[in-house]
């Protein structure tokens, strides 16, 4: 069975920082892309980061970049999102998520159950 | 960036209806469209990828069809259990941006 749990939110003042952790399992964690997403209070989805199964290649939602940094260990079935710099807007639920591919078209075929982070003072 | 779009914002339905919503992207995107369905309290879940295959285990009234830049998802003889917000998703760019959804609700 696949799992994406999510570790790490809490409670983090304007401009402090908060490292997300997501623990794999269930798929070949090594060899799939994995990205972040979130969704603010009463807001849509949000895609925020992603990062290629070799951490060759990562992209950032232009609302996160130069504050947050997406890594991943392959031998810890992990990957992590650094949060710096957190601002109000930022609250949200963070969802893990697993990109997968079928038929030469990939989406987020796996998702986590989410990470709540509130920026607050 | 690729832009999406969805209509309705919001729509009420019934048990039983047939609803349809429609996504826009900014240019064309061939048929890289995902469909998602987020219900509250929940993860949320993958229905159709690649803008018209269905994803295993998802119920069959289930159904998306388009290609370039206009895409559909059809929910026929709607059940309880679909009142939800549903949103489209662009693969064709690495940035997989979401439309803003569509929130389904009982009539």
């Known amino acids: 069975e696949v799992q994406l749990v999510e570790s790490g939110g809490g409670l983090v003042q304007p401009g402090g920082s908060l490292r997300l952790s997501c623990a794999a399992s269930g798929f070949s964690f090594s060899t799939s892309e994995m990205h972040w997403v979130r969704q603010a209070p009463g807001r849509g989805l949000e895609w925020v980061s992603y990062i290629t199964s070799s951490s060759g290649t990562k992209y950032y939602a232009d609302s996160v970049k130069g504050r947050f940094t997406i890594s991943r260990d392959n031998a810890k079935n992990s990957v992590y999102l650094h949060m710096n710099s957190l601002r109000a807007e930022d609250t949200a639920i963070y969802y893990c998520v697993r990109e997968g591919c079928n038929r030469a078209r990939c989406s987020f075929d796996y998702w986590g159950q989410g990470a709540l982070v509130t920026v607050s003072s | 960036d690729i832009q999406m779009t969805q209509s309705p914002s919001s729509l009420s339905a019934s048990v039983g209806d047939r609803v349809t919503i429609t996504c826009r992207a900014s240019?064309?995107?061939?048929?890289?469209l995902n469909w998602y369905q987020h219900r509250p309290g929940k993860a949320p879940k993958l229905l159709i990828f690649?803008?018209?295959n269905l994803q295993s285990g998802v119920p069959s009234r289930f159904s998306g069809g388009g290609s370039g830049t206009e895409f559909t998802l059809t929910i026929n003889s709607l059940q309880p259990e679909d009142f939800a917000t549903y949103y489209c998703?662009?693969?064709?760019?690495?940035?997989?941006?979401f439309g803003p959804g569509t929130k389904v609700d009982i009539k």
């Open positions: 240019q064309s995107i061939n048929t890289y």
């Open positions: 998703q662009q693969s064709y760019s690495s940035l997989f941006t």
């Open positions: 690649g803008a018209s």
